[in-house]
């Protein structure tokens, strides 16, 4: 909504990139580093798509996630400085980037530096899209090879590399030129649900802001700061389908394994997990198909189906590239969906709809 955003005083600025460094850890997560644990502990930690624990205790996971979130937004403040920003760009910079939120200080957002500037955000955004697991493990054992092993991580890099492919020659045959850094920028931008942008989107042509609604939809891996399905979830569903067929092809003396990464599952807890997936991406989508038709009926007639379904995508995946709808002039009650589908998005789909069926039930 702030159309310029290095003239707010630095007192907004220092107070939109904190909201965003401890909504991209979780209001959730730093509660728990100082309450007493509780048998809602594990809820509220659950709540969060966060499905692993560093060690024995809740509480103690989450303060070892806060240190290692503090060292990678320190070492990316230090990073940008390095690569050409001012201190306060790099601080608030630094902090956006890690929490995969984007919000910038710089009128032309980080398409005011250089391409060598742009390179060092493309990292932080990959670090904020790596779940704390993963973290915690690369930074004790020093293993990159940890990444390739853990599936859902593993679809992380081949989503990297094959989506920013296609969206490159997509953009090249669409526009007649070859621009790898603003493109390779942009998916990883959106596929990190960071939402940082070099280049005006608008113009893209359709196919290719449809590759960047496919990235914001699927976001980073589970247990990290990103918004959206997240890669854990996408993985499962395709082992749902795996699992299908091979039960369809199986032989009466044969029996099926269900593994998942290095865990062997029973099949009532394979399907259970399948089901509870599928169950959450209904509603995902059609919670998704319901904004998006509410914010069909606000916006001008002018305005295309396009761009409003790629708002909606971005904001309830909590990414923030926008397609033009989003503007100071936009109607208050599209602002009212627009903040509706951001909140629904960060807190995850299912707490809000247990909240709100509480709520209905209290008033019969």
Known sequence: MVQNPATLPISLQWWRSFSQWVGGIGVIVLMLSVIQSTSGVYRLYYSEARDDKLFPSVRSTVRMIGWIYLFYTISGIVLFRLAGMPWWVAVNHGMTAIATGGFAITDE????YDSGTQLAVIPMMLLGAISFRMHYRLLTQRRLTFLWHDTQHRVLLLFVAIGSTLLLLEQTWFSGTFNLIDVLFQWISALTTCGFSTVDIQPWSPSAKLLLMLAMLVGGTAGSTVGGLKMSRIVLLGKGIQWRFQQINLRPHQLMRYRLDSKVLSAGEAFARV??????V???L?????????????VPR???T??????????FSNVGLSAGVTHPTLHWAGKGVLMYCMWMGRLEIVPVVFLLT??????P
């Open 282 to 284: 209904i509603l995902w």
């Open 275 to 280: 089901e509870s997936t599928a169950i959450l």
């Open 306 to 315: 396009e761009a409003v379904l790629f708002e909606t995508i971005s904001a």
């Open 302 to 304: 002018d305005v295309t």
């Open 109 to 112: 957002r980080i398409g005011a």
């Open 358 to 363: 509480r709520v209905l039930n209290r008033h």
């Open 286 to 298: 059609i919670t998704l198909f319901g904004m998006i038709v509410t914010l069909l009926h606000i």
